[in-house]
């Protein structure tokens, strides 16, 4: 019996000595708390004075032993500040309060984290009902308060400071810093990824705007979000919200804001940004196409001429084996790039990025080669994002996001990711081969192309000589010919003279067309159409006549920089490169020439008259008048244009 006695306060004594006894509202100096001591109460030692906020020794994790000093509401288990969220502990390790401050360590002494250097010793520490965890000396003033260092959250009677910064977590596992952050402006609350925004709290259309004044604070309360400015006297900026007691604001592990109330132990969320969730930046990994959104999260893919990346990895790869630098930032990324090595992967249409809507393009005015060059000279560029019709160029910087399809038909921007060629200790699958596919092609068509070419050239220059020498004979035997037999001289592929000899509507009215004027001015119509040959008889499309004279008026640009390069003309002609837009103020002296052409016409037509009624009425129907004017071509002829050949 004594035996069963002695063993049972054994055990009442081993519990006592382990399980912590937990504390409200303050504990001292000489203080010591881990999870095994307090593992009866999930780690929590300390308690706000209602009961609403705990301090714990937490692992939020199940796979994981990562243990934090955190600040939770203690009726939803939500986390609201850790401490060491960088230097976790193993279930062993410690906290400790001592006149110095908070240390935080594994049983082996090593520390992971602690509060900076102390003005004076610490009395005591104190966990408010507003869940402030606060270091007070022995005339209980503040040394060190955790709201002064936000993590991912606010709550209710916090203020986050502009310039201040909420980062996210990694995950709702690991509390580590992730790679998204939050952070007060001037005058918004931006969101922010390795730099680049990709939100703001004005675009929401709960926003509203008070006043112009500098923000100075945000903080949350019982009726929604506050920017403060004027020494917190004059609200900026508010989001009006539901009645609500308690409510965080928080920067999910996502890379979303969002603001949540709570009823007892049920959450609720009030208010998101951004809502799209294809506008955070990592939604989909790296270059993968985010298409939308349902409950169930994301609908990812990749774009065209990309594949899934590993399974380790996230996002997408180019499928034809080439690989995407890093930024050179990375300590992983050699820096010294030999720009030959360096080739642009486009990205398909109606492809849009984050980061555009919130930046500003590092050039104006520049061809697509110069936008690339710009890139590939700066190795911290991993992509562009090029505008068609100003020249405009925009660079991806330091990491590469996730792509979004646009929901709307715009064939004026265009994405272009940077790729390396292949490397060999990163090959595997027989993808070395099939980097060396293209090179091969190229060394076998490129002849072959050469030579095509110059047979196409010879043949058109044999028949041009051909074409002329007919043409001096017919002339030389005027009397024999007809007036009809004009309309054999004609340039395939321009329009038809108007009929009765009437105007032209870039020419007088001699009928003498300035052609380079006449397509100007198709183009501003949009009429492209009236350019080609009616006997092709519909064979020629709209948009195929408008890539010709597209490109043609981009070459002519009276500004040397505008006109595009031979490899950008090829590629525009081919459909590989998109097609520019030509600027009609660096066209108008088309008209000067147009005009000049057109008055020298008129004078040259009544030098000429005599040449054109060589061809007698004889030929003609009887009733033609002796005074007509000289028979009216069905196509204009080569002898009445001029311009540019």
């Known amino acids: 019996m004594g035996t069963l006695l002695l063993f049972l306060f054994s055990s009442f004594l081993f519990h006592v ?8 509202e303050l504990i001292f100096p000489n ?17 706000s004075r209602n009961g ?10 199940v796979q ?14 939500t986390i609201i500040w850790s401490a060491n969220r960088d230097g976790p502990i193993s279930s062993s390790g410690k906290m400790t309060l001592t006149a110095i401050g908070i240390t935080i360590a594994e049983l082996n002494g090593n520390d992971k984290w602690s509060t900076p250097p102390l003005r004076s010793s610490v009395n005591a520490l104190l966990l408010t009902e507003v869940g402030n965890l606060v270091l007070l000396d022995q005339f209980n003033h503040s040394l060190w308060e955790s709201f002064h260092y936000p993590t991912d959250t606010i709550v209710m009677g916090q203020h986050l400071l502009k310039d201040a910064i909420l980062s996210s977590a990694v995950s709702d596992d690991d509390l580590s810093t992730g790679d998204y952050k939050l952070t007060v402006s001037d ?80 959450r609720k969320q009030e208010f998101a940004g951004p809502i799209d969730g294809c506008r955070i930046p990592f939604i989909c990994g790296r270059l993968g196409l985010c298409t939308g959104t349902t409950s169930n999260g994301p609908i990812c893919s990749c774009p065209e001429g990309f594949l899934r990346g590993p399974q380790h990895s996230s996002g997408c790869e180019p499928s034809d084996g080439y690989s995407l630098p890093l930024a050179c930032n990375s300590t992983k990324n050699d820096t010294r790039l030999n720009s030959s090595d360096v080739s642009y992967l486009r990205l398909g249409y109606g492809m849009g990025y984050f980061s555009i809507d919130f930046s500003e393009p590092i050039e104006y005015g520049v061809n697509l080669s110069v936008c690339q060059d710009v890139c590939t000279a700066n190795c911290s560029c991993l992509g562009i994002y090029y505008q068609n019709s100003s020249g405009s160029c925009y660079v991806f910087e330091n990491e590469l996001g996730s792509v979004i399809a646009s929901t709307t038909d715009d064939d004026d921007h265009w994405g ?7 490397n060999d200790s990163t090959s595997n699958n027989g993808s070395t081969d099939q980097r060396q596919v293209f ?5 076998v068509l490129l002849p072959m192309t050469g030579i095509f070419i110059i047979v196409a050239l010879s043949f058109l220059w044999l028949r041009k000589r051909r074409f002329l020498k007919n043409k001096e004979t017919k002339l030389g035997h005027a009397n024999s010919i007809s007036p009809g037999d004009l309309d054999a001289f004609y340039i395939p592929g321009l329009p038809q003279r108007n009929s009765g000899c009437g105007q032209s509507t870039s020419s007088s009215g001699s009928g003498f067309v300035y052609f380079p004027l006449f397509a100007l001015e198709m183009h501003e119509q949009g009429n492209y159409l009236e350019l080609a040959d009616p006997r092709l008889e519909g064979r020629v499309t709209s948009e195929e006549a408008e890539r010709l004279v597209r490109v043609a008026l981009c070459c002519v640009q009276e500004e040397p920089l505008l006109r595009p390069a031979m490899v950008s003309v090829v590629g525009m002609l081919e459909g590989g490169t998109p097609l520019g837009q030509p600027r009609i103020e660096s066209l108008n002296f088309l008209r000067f020439y147009g005009r000049r052409f057109t008055e020298a016409s008129m004078i040259g037509e009544g030098n000429e008259q005599s040449d054109i009624i060589l061809y007698p009425e004889a030929n003609t129907s009887a009733n033609r008048t002796a005074n007509g004017s000289h028979a009216c071509f069905s196509y204009i002829s080569s002898q009445q244009i001029s311009g540019p050949r």
Not at 64 to 77: F, I, N, P, R, W
């Open 416 to 422: 272009y990711i940077k790729t390396l060629g292949g």
């Open 31 to 47: 203080f010591t708390a881990s999870s095994f001591k307090f593992v009866d109460n999930a780690g929590a030692f300390l308690f």
């Open 52 to 61: 609403t906020f705990k301090a714990a020794i937490f692992n939020p994790g």
């Open 187 to 266: 005058s918004d609350v931006l969101l922010q990824w390795f730099g680049n925004t990709y939100w703001k709290l004005s675009m929401d259309a709960r926003s509203y705007r008070n006043s112009n004044y500098i923000n100075e604070y945000m903080e949350i309360n019982g009726t929604g979000l506050f920017l403060f400015g004027r020494n917190g006297s004059a609200v900026v900026t508010q989001v009006t919200l539901p009645p609500s007691n308690f409510r965080i604001a928080q920067l999910d592990a996502s890379g979303q804001f969002m603001i949540s109330s709570f009823l007892g132990t049920v």
């Open 64 to 77: 994981k032993a990562h243990y934090y000093l955190c600040v939770m509401h203690a009726e939803s288990g």
């Open 439 to 443: 090179p091969v092609i190229a060394l």
């Open 17 to 24: 000595l382990v399980s912590g006894v937990t504390y409200t």
